[in-house]
């Protein structure tokens, strides 16, 4: 696809240029009851012929929505310290449940909840969780690179080898030296 064009009731209300081989959401904005939306996409003739194409409408029920968000912030995590691979903070959750971060799903992230680990829940295929029990809790959360444990000893093995290397080398010319000199 190429071009998408967006109209409600015949009247243009979006154009967008798609990048080959890359997904797009298109916003087609709110109607009303009755409007008729449509969306068109340009295909060229070497798409046709081995492509296929997939279009996905939803409605959002914004009722719903504000609920959800309420909830989320009846519960809300307050920081207490931070740094780049590290969380510190508190919660006091009003119920059994999940406590969601804004934080990217990844291995190698380390949950504890009052000092105990904890497993990681992805939620939404992308997103970080874990469960908590009601009541107020501290939570910390560690990240450690996945590898970067692995890195650390084959870097310091590698440093000692290194080490060894140049220590023999030294001796070497030590030895050569005296042997000059007799």
């Known amino acids: 696809v190429t071009d ?4 409600h009731d015949n009247s243009s209300i979006g154009s967008y240029n798609v990048a080959k081989q890359q997904g797009f959401i298109a916003p087609i904005g709110t109607c009303k009851a009755g409007v008729k939306a449509t969306v068109s996409a340009e295909i060229s003739d070497e798409n046709i012929k081995g492509g296929s194409l997939r279009v996905y409408v939803y409605s959002l029920n914004e009722s719903v ?7 989320l912030l009846s519960s809300v995590v307050e920081l207490r ?8 903070g508190d919660v006091n959750a009003k119920e059994d449940g999940i406590c969601y971060f ?5 291995n190698g992230w380390t949950v504890y909840i009052d000092g105990e680990e904890t497993d990681t829940e992805i939620v939404g ?8 029990k ?3 809790h501290n939570i910390e959360l560690c990240y450690t690179p996945e590898g970067m444990i692995v890195g650390l000893w084959i870097s310091a093995l590698s440093a000692i080898i290194w080490l060894a290397v140049l220590i ?7 030895n050569q030296a005296k042997e000059k000199m007799i």
């Open 4 to 7: 998408v064009e967006i109209l």
């Open 65 to 71: 929505l504000e609920k959800g968000y309420e909830k």
């Open 81 to 88: 310290d931070y740094s780049d691979n590290r969380l510190l």
């Open 102 to 106: 804004s934080v990217p799903y990844e």
């Open 125 to 132: 295929g992308a997103m970080l969780a874990v469960s908590v």
């Open 134 to 136: 009601k009541g107020l």
């Open 168 to 174: 023999i080398e030294i001796n070497k010319r030590r």
